[in-house]
């Protein structure tokens, strides 16, 4: 017989909530208990002999951290530029 309280956790994990998003044409969900914030798109200082994946450096409330092309690490074609 299984155990009750394991399968009341396996369906508490199965019936969270996900931001859900797109990189190219997969399609991917995260916890949104793990989701610290959504940014929207900022200037990036390039970083020079940076590997490829790394588009470059932001300042996220005065801490500067990497930012990385997930087309880029995920091996999926580059994103069409729109011109405005």
Not at 32 to 41: A, P, S, T, W
Not at 44 to 53: E, I, N, S, Y
Not at 70 to 80: D, G, K, N, V
């Amino acid at each position: 017989m299984s155990d009750p309280a394991a399968a009341k956790n396996d369906t508490a994990k199965s019936c969270g909530q996900f931001s859900t998003f797109y990189v190219a044409d997969l399609f991917f969900g995260v916890d949104v208990l793990r989701v610290q914030e959504v940014l929207r798109f900022q200037q990036m200082t390039r970083v020079p002999r940076a590997h490829d994946v790394v588009e470059g450096l932001i300042n996220l409330r005065g801490q500067i951290v990497p930012a990385i092309d997930m087309r880029r690490r995920l091996s999926q074609r580059a994103r069409a530029i729109s011109r405005r």
